[in-house]
């Protein structure tokens, strides 16, 4: 059964016209993380979501937007996507730690959406 | 901030062993994650170290030493479905659950 799912596997889209990409969670954790892969390269965090808490990355880019309007669903935005932001995006999920030391807690991630920049 | 350093690729026999290294320089260390990536698939765990030692899980173990900021998965009787990259992600502080990831090891596996 999915877990973390995200719609769609593939997106292409046009230069400066927005996007949006989706993950939905059947596993009720309350963080929501994004990230952009981009090839050999590792994943790199763009803003995750504790509950409804948006927290950014210092080094993310204006461009790239997020909304979460329930504890199951996140949207990745990019208003106006140019040719540096063709990537995998890839939505990630996990139980926040509830104290210092405490549990794995380790991320589930959704199979990611390879965005195409044309 | 946080520097995680592992080797680009690796290349071994099937049924052999291969330990893949990762350093990493970082305040507040709150925990160690490798995980497993096939090319165009999306990241799975394989295991996590937050104390000194080996955790062992089947054919992967991973070890840490906390004071030398250094791990390393080993993986033994490779298969050919262990052609993947291996990525070391540490997470950092008491509260929160961000990970900062290396850039991985691309592993092939050959008969």
């Known amino acids: 059964d999915a877990m973390v799912i995200q719609n769609p596997r593939y997106q292409v889209t046009q230069f400066g016209k927005p996007v949006t990409l989706s993950c939905s969670q059947t596993?009720?954790?309350?963080?929501m993380y994004w990230y952009q892969q981009k090839s050999s390269q590792a994943p790199k965090l763009l803003f995750h979501y504790y509950d409804k808490d948006f927290n950014n990355e210092a080094d993310t880019p204006d461009n790239f937007q997020s909304r979460r309007p329930n504890t199951s669903f996140c949207f990745l935005d990019i208003r106006s996507p140019g040719l540096g932001d063709a990537a995998m995006y890839l939505c990630?999920?996990?139980?926040?730690?509830?104290?210092?030391?405490?549990?794995?807690?380790?991320?589930?991630f959704g199979p990611g959406t390879r965005l195409t920049v044309t | 901030g946080q520097n995680i350093d592992q080797p680009t690729e690796m290349t071994a026999t099937e049924g052999a062993i291969v330990q893949i290294n990762c350093t990493y320089q970082?305040?507040?260390?709150?925990?160690l994650f490798w995980y497993q990536q096939h090319a165009g698939e999306a990241p799975t765990f394989l295991s996590y170290?937050?104390?000194?030692g080996l955790e062992e899980k089947g054919r992967f173990s991973s070890f840490l030493s906390r004071s030398k900021g250094y791990s390393y998965l080993l993986l033994k009787e490779l298969q050919m479905k262990d052609s993947a990259s291996y990525l070391c992600?540490?997470?950092?502080?008491?509260?929160?659950?961000?990970?900062?990831f290396g850039g991985g090891t691309r592993v092939l596996v050959k008969p």
């Open positions: 970082t305040s507040g260390f709150n925990g």
């Open positions: 596993l009720n954790h309350n963080v």
């Open positions: 170290n937050v104390l000194d």
């Open positions: 992600a540490v997470r950092e502080g008491a509260a929160g659950n961000k990970l900062t």
């Open positions: 990630a999920t996990s139980r926040v730690r509830g104290q210092v030391g405490g549990g794995v807690y380790e991320q589930y």
